[in-house]
């Protein structure tokens, strides 16, 4: 026990379910003044914009509505790459007038041999990646992140730079041939082009452009890290919108841990996602939090101070005071389709909790008439369930990552959700 009565960092994470306590999860579908929602109209006038305010003030902390002029240049256009199977294009978007402040968006589209350029848009699968775009795929053409780097082990990153030894280094999270031979598009920026993952990080990134005179870093209430991505994937998507090869009625936001918090996050406020891809986010993401397993918030702020807003810590070992909990994240999508996923091994991100925020979240999808997990109880491993509902979920056998296997859930369930309306 610490000096002001909380549960000491170094303290073990609990990893044995028996020792799970007993919770009560805020329920979804009563208001905040005790009223109950019946009604899609209250839930989308009433309890949706009150459950989306908590996420932002307590949680991640508020996107700010002020607009920032953003311009797009396509830097590339290879109608011929990889062997002809794909057209990618490179898009810059700027920031700043003085075009100090960019992302890079970099788009495989899938060629069909035979067929003319001018094919329908297609849908397009769009996720932040972790250390550069060229990470994704080894073609030599995809343009390297001149940003700041974590130190992650990977060949190609010399002080916290990217060379030419790291292109590819990634490509076993980026089926990328796999996804164009389905007929999917897929569209990534890199994360730190957003805002550098590192605890001193509000003075570089995209969080400068939005302070106040004389403010340098955001008040309790105002985005974190996870925020500044998450804003990073609409603005792509702001870009999608224009493209006139997507079909932007049909992307998928998807991440994967860190990343998959913000494609959750991204998905709840911008209802411009069609579906929602959560994979092995834990806690912060999709885990229900008052279960106490795995990761815990107080190790996610000490570990991490950037990511979540000022507020969150205020939650430090006090779950059960967070009012709301990660299955009404999950709630913020319906009716759209959202996709949860765990891995075995990882257990750290609390596969079981992943599992029953997509559950619980069933009460809201209801009120659409639309069905879902129909159990709380989870599947065994590679027991892929609720596949042809509104939200799927599979638990892969192994440790914290994202693989063909989880692509190929994932495409599956955009084939369902998506084939009818192509
Ligand atoms: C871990 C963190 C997790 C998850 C993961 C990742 O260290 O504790 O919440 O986000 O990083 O992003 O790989």
Do not use: C
Request: aromatic residues 12%; hydrophobic residues 35%; proline residues 6%.
């Amino acid at each position: 026990i610490g000096a002001h009565g909380t549960k000491s960092l170094a303290q073990e994470a609990n990893y044995d379910e028996s020792k799970v306590p007993a919770y009560t999860l805020p329920e979804v579908l009563v208001t905040q003044d005790g009223r109950r929602v019946n009604s899609v109209t209250d839930w989308e006038t009433k309890r949706r914009p009150e459950i989306l305010a908590l996420f932002s003030e307590q949680v991640y902390g508020k996107t700010p509505t002020q607009k920032i002029p953003i311009r797009f240049e396509v830097t590339d256009l290879d109608r011929n790459a990889l062997g002809g199977k794909a057209t990618r294009k490179q898009v810059r978007g700027y920031f700043s007038v003085d075009k100090a402040k960019y992302m890079d968006i970099l788009i495989y589209l899938p060629n069909r041999v035979g067929e003319p350029i001018s094919r329908e848009p297609v849908p397009v699968f769009l996720g932040l990646n972790f250390a550069g775009n060229q990470t994704v795929h080894a073609d030599p053409d995809i343009a390297i992140t001149q940003n700041w780097v974590p130190a992650w082990k990977d060949p190609g990153i010399v002080k916290n730079h990217s060379t030419e030894e790291s292109r590819g280094t990634r490509a076993r999270r980026w089926p990328v041939e796999q996804i164009l031979a389905r007929g999917y598009g897929l569209a990534t920026v890199y994360y730190g082009d957003l805002q550098p993952d590192r605890a001193d990080s509000f003075n570089a990134g995209i969080h400068p452009l939005f302070f106040q005179k004389d403010q340098a870093r955001p008040a309790d209430d105002e985005w974190g890290a996870i925020g500044m991505w998450a804003w990073g994937l609409s603005r792509a998507m702001d870009y999608l919108e224009t493209d006139q090869e997507v079909n932007s009625k049909l992307v998928a936001v998807i991440g994967h841990s860190r990343l998959g918090k913000a494609a959750l996050w991204a998905g709840a406020q911008d209802e411009r996602f069609a579906l929602i891809i959560s994979n092995d986010s834990g806690e912060g993401g999709a885990a229900i939090t008052r279960r106490g397993y795995g990761e815990q918030i107080e190790r996610i702020n000490t570990n991490f101070p950037h990511w979540f807003s000022g507020n969150y810590k205020k939650y430090n070992s006090r779950e059960n005071d967070l009012p709301v909990d990660y299955h009404e994240l999950i709630a913020l999508m319906a009716p759209r389709p959202v996709y949860v996923a765990s891995a075995s091994d990882d257990q750290w991100a609390d596969p079981k909790g992943e599992y029953l925020s997509a559950y619980h979240a069933r009460t809201v999808y209801a009120l659409y008439g639309k069905n879902t997990l129909s159990t709380d109880t989870p599947p065994a491993v590679e027991v892929p369930v609720g596949q042809k509902t509104w939200t799927g979920y599979h638990m892969r056998n192994g440790k914290h990552d994202i693989l063909l296997y989880d692509w190929t859930h994932f495409m599956n369930f955009a084939d369902f959700h998506f084939g009818k309306k192509q």
